[in-house]
């Protein structure tokens, strides 16, 4: 039974620090999906990737966010300095091209910054 | 503005009705349109994709209809059981500016199916 895993699943730190989050996706899956979920915006899309090569990034704060994926197997999402506002649930989802993507999503990060 | 709109308020139904849960969108256009459910504390979970070309859409006791030109989707439950409560999201499929597609999601509407 194939998954998206995504770690940790639980994050507390402090302002000021660095978040790396990390997602496997399936095996075979070409698109890699990254979404934050908060109570008041809802799921928001951050970045996706297709083929490891990153086609839109623009939902993402440029300034302290960063999504990669070093290889087939792994997604990183980073955010340094972390901010209290960037408390939420994040997601990873991967998919398989040609469009339209049918997301299979991981169980997500939740990160709570102090 | 772009804006996908579902019933914020939660929708409380008895057991064996249909539920009918309502997405409409403004400012998009939409090359497909899918359906996910999410339980608490857990991922969404894809239910069923309608393409804008299409109609309606069903799957054992869902059924999805899309109308282009109201701008709206209907996702139907029939015979609805306690275990279909959760949050239902409604998620546009819009071509890119870079290639491929974006989704993007609405808030979502809480289910109570009562016994």
């Known amino acids: 039974d194939a998954r998206v895993t995504q770690t940790p699943r639980h994050k507390v730190t402090e302002m000021g620090q660095e978040v790396t989050m990390r997602c496997q996706p399936i095996l075979g899956h070409n698109t890699v999906f990254w979404y934050r979920q908060t109570m008041m915006q809802g799921l928001e899309l951050l970045a996706y990737f297709r083929n490891r090569a990153p086609l839109d990034d623009s939902g993402m704060p440029k300034d302290r966010f960063s999504a990669e994926m070093p290889d087939a197997t792994l997604a990183t999402l980073k955010i340094q300095p972390s901010e209290p506002r960037d408390s939420a649930v994040y997601f990873c989802?991967?998919?398989?091209?040609?469009?339209?993507?049918?997301?299979?999503f991981g169980p997500g990060t939740r990160l709570t910054v102090l | 503005s772009q804006k996908i709109e579902q019933n914020s308020e939660a929708l409380n139904i008895q057991e064996g009705k249909t539920a009918t849960l309502t997405c409409n969108y403004t400012n998009y256009s939409p090359a497909y349109l899918q359906w996910y459910r999410q339980d608490p504390g857990r991922g969404p979970v894809f239910l069923l994709l309608i393409r804008e070309n299409e109609k309606e859409k069903r799957k054992e006791r869902l059924k999805v209809t899309f109308d282009t030109t109201l701008k709206q989707s209907l996702f139907h439950i029939t015979a609805s059981q306690p275990a279909d409560s959760a949050t239902y999201l409604c998620a546009l499929g819009i071509r890119g500016n870079t290639g491929g597609f974006k989704t993007i999601f609405g808030a979502g509407t809480r289910l109570f199916v009562k016994a």
């Open positions: 989802a991967s998919g398989f091209n040609p469009p339209p993507d049918t997301q299979y």
